[in-house]
C-alpha cells in the first residue's frame, strides 16, 4: 500500500525557470495539500484540492505559482520564472475523502534549489 | 488570521523522563487538534489527534487539551534517544479542513 508519492526528491532550477512539482496522493485519498517548509519553520498551506478542483488556494503567492489535480494522473505544483525565495521543501499531503483534513498523510517532500 | 504558538526549542531532556511539549492557538473556535513528528529531513508523521478536553494516551505518549485557555500539549514518557525531532503543533476550525501548523519545537533527547 504505498504512501504519498512526490517526485523529485531533489530539484535544482537557475532564476527564470520553471518548476514542476509532483504528488500523487494515497490510495483511496480524494485531497490532496501543498504545504512549503522553510528551514527553521513551520509548514506554511499553499493550496487544497480535490480532483479537477481548487478548493482553497488562500496560501498561494498571487503571481507564478499555480496547481492542478487533473481527472487522471499526479497533482502538479508548478512555480514559474523561480527566484531564489523559492528555495524551500515543498510537501503534499493527501487524505481521504471522509473526514477531510483531520488526518494528513505527507510525502518525502521536494527539495527545491534555485540557483 | 489564525496562529499556533509553540516554543522553537530545544527542549533538551536525559533519557528516561517525560518530555513536555506545549501550544496555544489563537482560533476560540478551533476543534481539532494534532501533533506531528518530524524527523530532521523527513517528512511530518501523525503520532496523535485530539478533539475533546482532558487527556488522551496512547503508549507512551498523551495529549491534554484544555479549550478554555486554548492550550494543548503533549507529554512524552520514558524519553528515548530515537523521540529526538521536531514536534509541530496543528489545529483546524469547524468547518474547515485545512489544518495549520505551528513552527514546531525541537526536542533533543540524550542519554
Known amino acids: 500500500n504505498a504512501g504519498v508519492m512526490q517526485n523529485p526528491r531533489h530539484l535544482v532550477r537557475r532564476r527564470g525557470q520553471e518548476a514542476r512539482l509532483r504528488c500523487s496522493p494515497m490510495?483511496?485519498?480524494?485531497?490532496v495539500y501543498w504545504y512549503r517548509q522553510l528551514p527553521e519553520e513551520g509548514l506554511k498551506f499553499m493550496v487544497y484540492l480535490q480532483k479537477e478542483n481548487i478548493i482553497d488556494e488562500s496560501g498561494m503567492p498571487k503571481e507564478r505559482f499555480s496547481a492542478e489535480f487533473p481527472k487522471e494522473g499526479p497533482s502538479i505544483l508548478r512555480i514559474q520564472q523561480v527566484v531564489r525565495g523559492d528555495s524551500a521543501a515543498y510537501f503534499c499531503?493527501?487524505?481521504?475523502?471522509?473526514?477531510?483534513?483531520?488526518?494528513?498523510?505527507f510525502g518525502s517532500g521536494t527539495q527545491l534549489s534555485v540557483l | 488570521q489564525k496562529e499556533v504558538e509553540q516554543n522553537s526549542g530545544p527542549l533538551s531532556v536525559p533519557e528516561g523522563a517525560i518530555a513536555s511539549l506545549n501550544c496555544t492557538y489563537s482560533?476560540?473556535?478551533?476543534?481539532?487538534f494534532f501533533w506531528y513528528r518530524q524527523y530532521s529531513g523527513k517528512s511530518p508523521e501523525l503520532i496523535m489527534s485530539?478533539?475533546?478536553?482532558g487527556d488522551k494516551e496512547d503508549g507512551r505518549f498523551t495529549a491534554q487539551l484544555n479549550k478554555a485557555s486554548q492550550y494543548v500539549s503533549l507529554l512524552i514518557r520514558d524519553s528515548q534517544p530515537s523521540d529526538s525531532a521536531t514536534y509541530l503543533c496543528a489545529e483546524t476550525s469547524g468547518g474547515s479542513y485545512i489544518p495549520t501548523f505551528g513552527r514546531g519545537t525541537s526536542l533533543i533527547v540524550h542519554p
Open positions: 490510495k483511496g485519498h480524494s485531497h
Open positions: 482560533d476560540r473556535v478551533s476543534q481539532s
Open positions: 485530539i478533539y475533546s478536553n
Open positions: 499531503a493527501s487524505s481521504p475523502p471522509v473526514g477531510g483534513g483531520e488526518k494528513l498523510f
